[in-house]
């Protein structure tokens, strides 16, 4: 009997890892006569043991979506009507190739959706895409949402995706801020079954502090809910960071010898103590007192910090005090504590000696704003302006690949006014929404049934160590074309090939790589071995399953494609459908540091513009007036699920949060509408009155505005909603990252 796929009770069962959110789910699904008549949550998932979110629950709602495109679209004016792949293609060839040959490769920019890293073949294939088209325009939805996570770590531990995530399951009090894991399930931080999770700590005695502007479910569960004005995060840290140092609670353990800067930190946060801190946060100097003893206090301790924190003008700031903090608390790097993950696809180095190159940023910098490049990326606030701004490197076409930046990113309205005038735009992508409608060539991805399923991204992020690999579940539709064979057309056209060079001589090049990289990598299993003797033993297989059986074999739990020794590899992973647990996460430091030190180097230099700029704001009167921040909720992720019945049925959840006291000076109650109104744009909402939020503040969810003519997402245009981003204000962001200014921006209400 096949382990992945077996008749029960005339019933054909699968088992697969939804790829909707970070939390990795196991799902068991029933096929009947070729289709998903019901999912629910695998109970024999090593990592989630049943627990089931409403998006997973739909899944293959989404696969029979007959809005979803199964074939490519071209534009013929103000139309779209399907094509063959072979016309596409050449569609496009016709359409890029002529704009790079005359202004050059950054005339064409690219921009990447969150979708991506839930995308096995995306994750392998769009860094040899971006490799091959060499633009220095690359954008994404790293500069809303986590960039500023990677950046700290990069300047601490020297490479920006060494995150270290709370260790939640050992853990004995949970400080969290900006972070919602009952509805969002966690980000950053992958862990099926948050609410479960969270519950545990509590029952085990330990406690949980939520810090959020309002009062989320994961706030309303917690032991103490405290208050913060929005993008006030890094003082109420600075606070607690100087309460350590001030009253002799600093205890890095056996950290010590592995850090550098301490003296330098000691220094830095002296003028921020509780009571310097405290009036601009809106919270109690010796409540953030309180909070910085508990933290030492408990056995095990660790702080927690998402979206909220990151969104905000100081989201570097603030993210790198967290790890400062769970540094200074002796609670990095143990368990209980903040903890790095080894995922079994990771580059793992048998006694590797700490250092490497370190993090740097700003190699090149954006035509027009002069924005530093950070991961290879600008600055998706500065998309509009490559666009509309004249000149040598003017970006004159777009290539979108999983994304809706029309609605994800700031002053929605400029970007989409910009993207009329392009020359040329393709989008693969599996609608056509807000952003696709100005595509000249859409190119659809078969549904996520019809293709296999490893995180490769939250699998380096999990509170576990664990492996689970998903066959697809249906076969490829007629017409229809792998995700891998998509960007392997373009890469292969961006490379200067033409169709007379196969796709496998593509594929194979870059599997070459991959495997000459490694071979020539000081203490690789395969170091100083043949590429073409790997590449025979990694058999016949295709696409991105042989990358990923690369990876297994020659990670921290493979068999290094030693014939004798047993060790993880693809084929393993297909025998055990429930998946692999690799076991609790361990202490790594000091090995898995890259810095360029060999250290965990606490001060770095790209903190001290901020802290500068705070101290001078703490000098001053906290500021007054009506700010705005964003939420989501558990039926939704970000702009793309809601052309689902079922997610988007019932009440409706895009209307303003406003507390009675911002309510009542302009007389409105909950079911009226107001207008909000920014530095950058105006829209009408419905308001909830409600002291779920704190007085000074509402919010507003993201991803919503379905309302654009062209596009062809039948529910999501019934339930339109408003888009929050027509107010986010493209000139304000963190300055270190590049990324945008959701939360704290500054507004004003009127009734209509």
């Given amino acids: ?301 660790v702080v927690y910090g998402r979206i909220g924190t990151c969104t905000t003008e100081f989201g570097s700031l603030s993210s790198w005090l967290i790890d400062v903090i769970n540094v200074l608390t002796g609670h990095l790097d143990r368990p209980g504590g903040a903890m790095f993950p080894m995922s079994a696809h990771s580059r793992y180095r048998e006694n590797k000696k700490p250092g490497g190159r370190g993090f740097r940023t700003g190699r090149w910098h954006s035509r027009v704003g002069g924005h530093p490049e950070v991961m290879g990326e600008l600055p998706v606030a500065a998309l509009a302006e490559e666009i509309e701004t004249p000149g040598e490197g003017q970006v004159r076409a777009l290539l979108t690949i999983a994304g809706n930046p029309v609605l994800s990113t700031p002053n929605g309205h400029r970007l989409e006014k910009a993207l009329g005038t392009l020359d040329f735009m393709v989008c693969v992508d599996p609608y056509r929404n807000e952003t696709t409608r100005y595509a000249d060539v859409i190119l659809p991805p078969p549904s996520p049934l019809q293709r296999s399923h490893y995180d490769l991204a939250f699998y380096d992020l999990s509170i576990r160590n664990v492996a689970n690999y998903s066959e697809p579940i249906f076969p490829l539709q007629e017409g229809c074309l792998e995700e891998s064979a998509i960007l392997l057309h373009l890469i292969r056209m961006f490379a200067g090939q033409d169709a007379s060079v196969p796709l496998s001589f593509v594929d194979d090049f870059i599997v070459k790589q991959w495997i000459q990289s490694e071979i020539s990598a000081e203490g690789s299993p395969i170091s100083g071995r043949e590429a073409d003797d790997i590449l025979a033993a990694l058999g016949d297989q295709h696409g991105p399953e042989r990358i990923l059986d690369f990876l297994l074999r020659v990670g921290p739990y493979g068999d290094g494609f030693e014939p004798d020794k047993e060790g993880l590899s693809l084929s393993l992973l297909r025998e055990q459908p429930h998946g692999i647990d690799l076991g609790a996460l361990e202490p790594r430091i000091p090995e898995v540091l890259a810095t360029s030190s060999g250290t965990i180097e606490l001060a770095p230099p790209g903190v001290i513009p901020d802290m500068d700029k705070l101290r001078q704001q703490i000098q001053q009167e906290p500021t007054s007036g009506l700010v705005l921040i964003g939420r989501r909720h558990l039926r939704s992720n970000n702009s793309w699920m809601h052309n689902l019945e079922h997610l988007v049925r019932g009440k409706g959840r895009c209307h303003l949060l406003i507390h009675p006291d911002d309510a009542a000076p302009i007389s409105v109650e909950t079911g009226q509408s107001v207008m909000i109104q920014s530095r950058v744009g105006a829209l009408q909402v419905t308001v909830e009155v409600t002291d779920d939020i704190m007085p000074g503040v509402v919010c507003l969810p993201h991803g919503w505005g379905h309302n654009q003519p062209n596009t062809s997402m039948h529910i999501a245009a019934s339930h339109p909603g408003v888009n929050t981003n027509i107010l986010t204000d493209e000139a304000v962001m963190d300055a270190s990252s590049g990324t945008s200014v959701l939360n704290g921006i500054p507004v004003e209400i009127s009734a209509v």
């Avoid at 309002?214 to 600075?238: C, N, V, Y």
């Fill in 1 to 301: 009997m096949n382990p992945v796929s077996s008749e029960v009770s005339g019933h054909r069962e699968a088992f697969r890892t939804c790829p909707l959110c970070e939390a990795t789910c196991g799902l068991k699904l029933t096929i009947e006569e070729g289709e998903v008549t019901r999912v629910e949550g695998d109970p024999d998932d090593v990592f989630s043991h049943g627990f089931l979110c409403p998006k997973g629950a739909v899944l293959h709602h989404l696969d029979s979506d007959p809005d979803r495109l199964r074939l490519p679209q071209v534009r013929e004016g103000d139309t779209w009507r399907d094509a063959s792949w072979e016309e596409a293609f050449a569609r496009i060839e016709e359409g890029l190739m002529p704009l790079i040959q005359k202004y050059g490769r950054n005339a064409v920019a690219m921009y990447l959706g969150n979708p991506n890293v839930h995308n096995l073949s995306s994750t392998i294939y769009l860094r040899p895409l971006i490799k091959t088209l060499r633009t220095q325009n690359l954008f994404s939805a790293s500069t809303v949402d986590q960039m500023p996570k990677h950046v700290s770590s990069g300047w601490m531990f020297g490479h920006p995706r060494l995150i270290p995530v709370p260790d939640i399951d050992r853990t004995d009090y949970l400080l969290m801020l900006g972070a919602n894991p009952w509805v969002s399930n966690g980000s950053l931080c992958t862990a099926p079954d948050m609410p479960g999770r969270l519950k545990a700590i509590r029952k085990r005695g330990g406690k949980i502090v939520v810090v959020d502007p309002r009062k989320t479910r994961s706030a309303r569960e917690a032991d103490e809910h405290l208050w913060i004005q929005p993008g006030m995060d890094a003082l109420f840290l600075l606070g607690i960071a100087s309460t350590l140092f001030e009253e002799g609670l600093v205890n890095t353990g056996d950290l010590r010898e592995h850090c550098t800067g301490l003296v330098d930190v000691q220094d830095w946060v002296k003028g921020f103590r509780p009571e310097q801190v405290a009036s601009h946060c809106h919270m109690e100097a010796g409540t953030i007192r309180r909070i910085a003893r508990e933290l030492t206090e408990a056995p095990t301790s």
